[in-house]
């Protein structure tokens, strides 16, 4: 099972590639790993998938949460796409919803629904450890913004309850690298539930609704946009398939204009 796997991009150029992709593919059959499934934990801001291509490369089944489709009809108004593009979450093999289970070899997942950072978010919990996305960071980053359309930091707050549910050994992975520095001495994207329960920046198994909700809110109204929030939607979207060609054989990405200022408009 590969969870948000990453397109290469370069939005100087808009030249996009499969080097990491391909390091994937390649790490997999190395190992003789068959690839039963590549999993997205939400429709990505802050980059642009690499399923598509790996989908084709390994022989895997998409999946991606039920709600995307509430994703897609937003964005679908926003970039003005069209009846060509079908808002159904038809570009993935499969919708999870709440619940669901599914199996990867011998090990047996199942699926949380954890909105606030987007309505799609989806965690994957297999065996002992949960595949959080963007809802939960490293302890020392917090969580999630929760000011995208569809996001809510209410919604967050009882999404991270569920999570909290878990056993506090459970293995929590996030959805980023966090840096050497700060006390780090390399690369972190790997803690605990009981980590994340004692010492969240943002949220604390003893962190009230309405302390959460207040923070959470004051913090992203300082933020800025993502950096690659307008390609990798449009791309995303599509589960790494870029936009159809126009007439002259070129694929573009379209960027309203003033309409996203300090997030996404709502």
């Known amino acids: 099972m590969i969870v948000d796997p990453v397109m290469d991009f370069n939005p ?8 990491h992709s391909e390091l994937v ?58 009846d060509d593009f079908a808002a159904d979450g038809s570009q993935f093999d499969r919708l999870f919803r709440d619940g669901d289970a599914f199996t990867v070899g011998d090990l047996r997942g199942r699926v949380i629904h954890t909105p606030g950072h987007t309505p799609a978010c989806v965690s994957y919990v297999i065996g002992d450890a949960v595949f959080t ?31 909290f549910a878990l056993p506090d050994t459970h293995r929590c992975f996030v959805g980023h690298d966090y840096p ?12 605990t539930i009981g980590a994340q329960k004692e010492g969240n920046k943002q ?40 936009p159809p060609a126009a007439d002259n054989g070129t694929s573009y990405l379209k960027i309203p204009v003033n309409v996203i200022g300090g997030g996404p408009s709502k």
């Not at 190992?31 to 790996?54: P, Q, R």
């Not at 084709?56 to 994703?71: K, L, N, Q, R, S």
């Open 25 to 82: 593919a390649a790490y997999c059959r190395d190992h003789e790993l068959d690839v039963e499934l590549i999993a997205e934990t939400h429709v990505h801001a802050d980059h642009l998938t690499g399923a598509s291509w790996l989908k084709h490369a390994v022989g895997a089944t998409t999946a991606i949460g039920e709600h995307v489709v509430d994703v897609q009809r937003t964005f679908k108004k926003l970039f003005n796409l069209g």
């Open 12 to 19: 100087a150029s808009a030249r996009t590639g499969n080097t």
């Open 180 to 191: 050497r520095g700060a006390g780090r001495d390399a690369a972190e994207w790997e803690t």
């Open 203 to 242: 949220c604390t198994a003893a962190t009230t609704r309405e302390e959460y909700v207040a923070m959470r809110t004051a913090r992203d109204a300082s933020l800025g946009a993502p950096r690659l929030l307008l390609p990798s939607l449009q791309v995303n979207l599509r589960n790494g398939e870029l």
């Open 133 to 163: 996305g963007d809802t939960l960071f490293m302890p020392d980053f917090g969580t999630a913004r929760c000011d995208f359309p569809g996001g809510s930091a209410d919604t967050m707050f009882s999404s991270l309850q569920k999570l």
